[in-house]
């Protein structure tokens, strides 16, 4: 079948080729795939095509089991969200949930922004909700790059909480279940993970750790320096950042 009568052809071609690398490395890597699934790890992340979860950590098929939506926003009322929580949780026994925003994430641009981008505003509403709860706290950095940075970390800060308090995660502690909710950061431009600190294995530790991390993100808490660029350095960042450094200024007096 020819490119004319399938567009997706060169797929199929290196599909092809992914499993003949696959049956070299590993006979049996299919045969064990397919007699189960026991993933100690729950990726929650941006829908954004950049951001593959298991090549970014470095793991095979069936050791990570994946949810993404744009923005890696964790709501109460989302169902899906909220099954496959339930399902890594319950029925996988997944021993971390792992939140992880990224650098460059369009969402939380569009948020910090108050940009319209259509139907998808609406989900957009539960990140500027982060923004204006840390509306001080971003006050505190320079507006562009950091700035930016700063409510990509505090997004990602407030959806482990939303985790955290599910009632699925709730019960998991009660009974005694191994279950830690980290909170971290990708970096599109360098392909490096940051980890923010927020680790909660139980729920009578939240709200210090949550405190904790957020003060790390003032201009006088612990934040990492290598998390930063000056805006002027977003530029050399290919289709992640310029638009924050082009746009943000003139709607400072929104925000």
């Known amino acids: 079948m020819n490119t004319q009568d399938n567009p997706l052809s060169h797929l199929f071609d290196n599909n092809d080729a992914w499993v ?7 006979p049996q890597f299919f045969a064990r795939l397919a007699d189960q699934q026991a993933p100690e790890y729950l990726w929650i992340g ?6 593959p979860a298991n090549q970014i950590i470095g793991l095979p098929p ?14 109460h009322s989302d169902l899906n969200c ?50 204006e709860r840390h509306a001080a706290l971003l006050d505190e950095w320079p507006v562009g790059e ?24 709730n019960d998991a502690w009660a009974r005694g279940q191994s279950l830690t909710v980290h909170g971290l950061v990708y970096g599109v431009h360098d392909g490096r993970m940051r980890n923010l600190g927020m680790a909660v294995s139980n729920f009578e530790a939240l709200d210090a750790t949550y405190k904790r ?19 002027a350095d977003a530029a050399r ?16 007096d929104a925000q």
């Open 213 to 231: 991390c957020v003060a790390a993100l003032t201009t006088g808490g612990q934040h990492a320096p290598d998390n930063d660029m000056v805006a």
């Open 146 to 169: 950091a700035r930016y940075r700063r409510l990509i970390e505090l997004n990602a800060i407030e959806q482990v909480v939303n985790v955290c308090r599910t009632t699925i995660v």
């Open 46 to 51: 941006c829908s954004d095509s950049r951001v």
């Open 82 to 131: 909220l099954s496959v929580i339930q399902f890594a949780v319950d029925i996988l026994r997944v021993k971390h949930i792992m939140v992880v925003g990224h650098y460059g994430c369009s969402g939380v641009n569009a948020a910090l922004l108050n940009r319209r981008v259509g139907l998808a505003d609406n989900w957009l509403h539960h990140v500027q909700d982060v923004r």
């Open 62 to 75: 069936g050791e990570v089991f994946v949810h993404r939506n744009i923005a890696n926003v964790v709501v």
């Open 20 to 26: 003949k690398r696959k049956l070299e490395d590993d």
């Open 237 to 252: 960042l290919e289709g992640v950042a310029q638009s924050v450094v082009d746009t943000l200024k003139p709607c400072d």
